[in-house]
């Protein structure tokens, strides 16, 4: 496989790079995020990879971080993501705040995403929530304003009830994050509550 690319951007247009390795040029498929921030074409460039092979051809898919291509390679790692909704879905959200939307069962942030509607938006929910990681979605929390998410499930209604009692986004999320995500929202948050208690 294909971990990284190290060369010269000889092209790019709206979602794809062209990095020119020792006379070979790599076509690379990637995110607005990535292509909003990449150098002027002839400057040096380097672009984390996944080699996407299907039964037609090979694709190339680059990032220009490791956090980046993990959250792309979680994404499609989810039945009915593919390579495309991947990339639609990190060109709208950076892997930080799909970490939140994830913990907190925030459909309605995954749904902004072109292609991704709500039955899509639950299934990469549940079946990523054990694999994001709690320090990612503490640190999406801390990045965006309380409004700018309608978080909803146990999660996300007791996030929100720890913020309203005064807790700071990022001690809401990482009190309620060391909770069994199990338990409904009545008792979610008292033991939240009973966490935050302790760690003063």
């Known amino acids: 496989m294909i971990d990284s690319l ?20 790599f076509r690379c498929n990637t995110t607005l995020s990535t292509m909003s ?7 040096k460039l380097k672009l984390f990879t996944h080699l996407n092979v299907r039964e037609d051809g090979m694709e190339l898919f680059g990032f220009l971080s490791r956090e980046e291509l993990k959250c792309f390679r979680q994404l499609t790692s989810v039945s009915g993501v593919g390579p ?11 892997p930080e705040r799909i970490a939140l ?8 942030a995954i749904t902004k995403a072109p292609g991704v509607g709500p039955k899509l938006a639950q299934r990469i929910i549940l079946e990523l929530k054990d694999k994001m990681k709690t320090q990612d979605a503490v640190k999406g929390m801390s990045q965006a304003p309380a409004e700018s998410f309608q978080m909803e499930g146990s999660i996300g209604e007791a996030i929100g009830a720890l ?16 909770q069994d995500p199990s338990l409904p929202v009545e008792k979610l948050i008292p033991a939240a509550l009973k966490y935050l208690s302790g760690a003063k």
Do not use: T, W
């Open 6 to 25: 190290n060369g010269i951007l000889v092209h790019k247009d709206v979602n794809a790079a062209v990095i020119e390795c020792s006379g070979v040029g």
């Open 37 to 43: 921030r990449l150098p002027a074409v002839g400057e």
């Open 101 to 108: 939307a994830v913990v907190s069962g925030d459909v309605k």
């Open 163 to 178: 913020i309203v009692l005064g807790y700071s986004q990022v001690e809401a999320a990482s009190a309620v994050a060391k």
């Open 84 to 94: 495309k909704v991947g990339l639609a879905i990190l060109s709208e959200i950076s």
